[in-house]
């Protein structure tokens, strides 16, 4: 795991106090959690818990009125433009060019973000050799498999070169072999980049033993910290009977 021992570092991620409502229905209550530099973090829950109402506040699709969230440092309602130049997203729906090419997707996100053309070109393609799929630049994107396309949203998030990237159930819909390969290639991204990752998913066979782990339920965080003290914590042996435990459920879906 990258090193994240430096004295005064601010985490790739703060959020603290945050809730959220639609109408009368409260999405998130009073949810704090802390993503560390380096650190492959996962935000654990089932469907409905948050996880996607939290992602859009962290990324200014909702504006957050209670509490506070910084990325690096920066409040994302007051220097949002600092905040939000270091974060980068992966969402759960499939957001590529379908008739674009691999490269085309990929300089025109770096185009949205002031890049200019000739560093655009050498960030994606070297974008595109971090996810192995550099030898597929001149493929449209229709012609990729669903795991694939996932990569290509992940080298697209790396274009403006974040210090924290997020991801919205990535593996949704993907094969054992794709979901692996994914996976795989963020936890490169942790040790060889540094970079903090925050990865929502329902799925517990995602969460490694060195993971930090944030089991979010019906909008509150029931458990933020490590893999062990979330079993010592639930007083279980492993991780689906503590999730089980935490949250008073039963549930197949987080499994």
């Known amino acids: 795991m990258h090193d994240t021992s430096c004295a005064g570092k601010p985490p790739a991620l703060l959020v603290g106090g945050v809730s959220h409502s639609f109408g009368e229905k409260q999405a998130l209550d009073g949810v704090s959690l802390t993503v560390p530099q380096g650190v ?3 935000l654990l829950g089932l469907n409905g818990a948050g996880k996607s109402t939290l992602f859009s506040l962290i990324t200014r699709l909702y504006d957050n009125v209670s509490g506070e969230i910084r ?11 600092l905040a939000l130049q270091r974060l980068g997203v992966v969402f759960q729906s499939r957001t590529l060019d379908q008739d674009l090419t691999l490269a085309q997707n990929l300089r025109y996100h770096a185009a949205l973000h002031g890049i200019g053309s000739a560093e655009a070109r050498e960030r994606s ?3 595109l050799e971090t996810v192995a799929l550099a030898d597929r630049a001149g493929e449209r994107v229709r012609n990729l498999s669903g795991g694939q396309a996932r990569r290509v949203e992940i080298a697209r998030a790396l274009l403006h070169k974040p210090s924290l990237l997020l991801l919205d ?3 949704v819909g993907l094969d054992i072999g794709s979901r692996e390969s994914v996976v795989a290639i963020v936890r490169s991204l942790v040790d060889t980049r540094g970079l903090g990752v925050l ?20 909008g509150k965080v029931l458990f933020n910290g490590t893999v062990p003290e979330m079993l010592d ?10 999730f089980r435990k935490l949250t008073g459920t039963q549930e197949a879906e987080a499994a």
């Open 199 to 218: 990865w929502a998913t329902h799925l517990i066979d995602e969460i490694a033993a060195t993971d930090r782990v944030v089991l979010l339920h019906r």
């Open 233 to 242: 914590q639930a007083g279980e042996p492993d991780l689906r009977r503590a």
């Open 125 to 127: 393609r070297d974008a």
């Open 71 to 81: 990325i690096l440092g920066h409040d994302v309602r007051r220097n949002p433009t």
């Open 169 to 171: 159930e990535p593996t």
């Open 40 to 42: 492959f973090t996962v």
